[in-house]
């Protein structure tokens, strides 16, 4: 392939074929870099490219190479996160400080590189899909500053033939400053609160686990780090659950009725108020969200068991129950917060959203960092008839 022949990619998902797991690819991918290649264990990761769960990642340096164009040496870092299922592409960073906008064919080329000089020539490549694709500016996190950014309103002006991204802004009050803010996306929060409590939850219990042989004795003085650690989880069970349930509350339309029939035979007509009061979120996103997003059946998948394990929790963290005739909680729900599946069932939220992401992530609702992330573009006959002037005192 001739460089001029290259196509310019942005992302890349690599998935398993066969039964081979991804974590001996992804430990093969940095082992074996070509002359040049250098693997770059001096890098840190801050983790705010993705709300996937990250069991590893790499840095990747490549050969230097000239930019014609502004006659300029440079070379790629290359950021490859491992989760349980797949090796994705976090960003590429160049040793040198270019405007975005000029980025993109320096991009492109670094990773057809990566993709011809380290992939290909991989033992394991074969056994493995790997999905190459073009976001860039006709992706929404080309334009982020931060993973939680809410998404910006497109408009297409007919007048003018242009399309602009607009930011929706908020007012607050604390004290006597007046606060100007652009809000986030509600589910990312969610997502990154329990993300980072789960990071930290998984951190204390690597250092508790760390102590002992099979029998484990929590005494007094690794007590507090048992508790810290049954904090961050109920921290990152709740948020995880408030993602999905926010995640489901905002997909449906407000003209959305759902029919059903109930024990007595009798059919009832729910809109988007009795849904959100009085549906369970397991029902929202196993009846009414395929119906509404076109998607398969979500509760054939793997990770819907998962899922309904962390309603189970939460709803225990949220409606304890008691023990000794009503006179003390029931601990129970603690060894739960130790078990083998705690991790997998907090992060089932992130493969619930994931799944209707697949589908159709186009609208505003959903968060960023789950891949390239579509736009919705409303049109409009111009921008002077679509707003009004607003005064100062109404502001």
């Not at 790629?76 to 491992?82: A, V």
């Not at 793997?302 to 601990?331: A, C, M, Y």
């Not at 729900?333 to 992130?350: E, N, P, R, V």
Request: neutral net charge; glycine residues 4%.
């Amino acid at each position: 392939m001739t460089e001029d022949r290259i196509r310019i990619f942005t992302d890349v998902t690599i998935t398993p074929k066969t039964t081979l797991g991804v974590k001996r690819y992804f430990s093969s991918i940095a082992r074996n870099l070509p002359t040049k290649w250098r693997f770059c264990k001096e890098k840190s990761y801050d983790d705010n490219d993705s709300f996937r769960i990250l069991i590893d990642v790499v840095c990747l340096e490549t050969p230097a190479f000239v930019d014609k164009r502004m006659d300029k040496t440079l070379s790629g870092f290359i950021y490859l996160g491992l989760t349980d299922d797949s090796i994705i592409l976090l960003k590429v960073d160049l040793s040198i400080d270019i405007p975005k906008e000029e980025r993109l064919e320096i991009i492109g080329y670094v990773l057809h590189n990566f993709h011809e000089a380290v992939l290909k020539p991989n033992k394991h490549y074969h056994n493995f899909e790997h999905s190459f694709e073009f976001g860039g500016p006709s992706d929404e996190n080309w334009f982020k500053s931060d993973l939680r950014d809410e998404r910006s309103i497109k408009l297409f002006s007919k007048a003018d033939q242009k399309t602009y991204f607009l930011v929706r802004s908020e007012k607050a009050k604390h004290l006597h400053k007046q606060i100007s803010y652009s809000p986030p996306n509600n589910i990312s929060l969610s997502l990154s609160l329990m993300k980072k409590s789960m990071s930290r939850a998984h951190a204390k219990l690597k250092q508790l686990l760390s102590a002992g042989g099979k029998v484990l004795n929590i005494d007094n003085d690794q007590k507090p780090l048992l508790f810290d650690y049954l904090e961050e989880i109920q921290t990152s069970v709740i948020f995880s659950y408030i993602a999905i349930e926010g995640f489901a509350n905002a997909v449906i339309p407000e003209n959305f009725q759902h029919d059903r029939i109930n024990e007595r035979g009798i059919k009832e007509t729910w809109n988007k108020q009795n849904i959100e009061r009085w549906m369970s979120t397991s029902e929202k996103v196993g009846v009414i969200l395929p119906k509404i997003i076109n998607s398969g059946d979500i509760k054939i998948q793997p990770f819907w068991s998962d899922f309904k394990g962390l309603e189970v929790l939460r709803n225990d963290i949220v409606h304890q129950k008691t023990i000794d005739r009503g006179t003390k909680l029931d601990p129970g729900i603690y060894a739960q917060m130790l078990g083998d599946k705690i991790f997998q069932t907090i992060s089932s939220s992130i493969k619930v959203i994931d799944f209707f992401y697949k589908v159709d992530n186009a609208h505003p609702y959903f968060p960023l960092g789950l891949g390239i992330a579509k736009f919705q573009v409303h049109e409009i006959e111009s921008m002077e008839k679509h707003f009004r002037h607003v005064n100062d005192d109404e502001l």
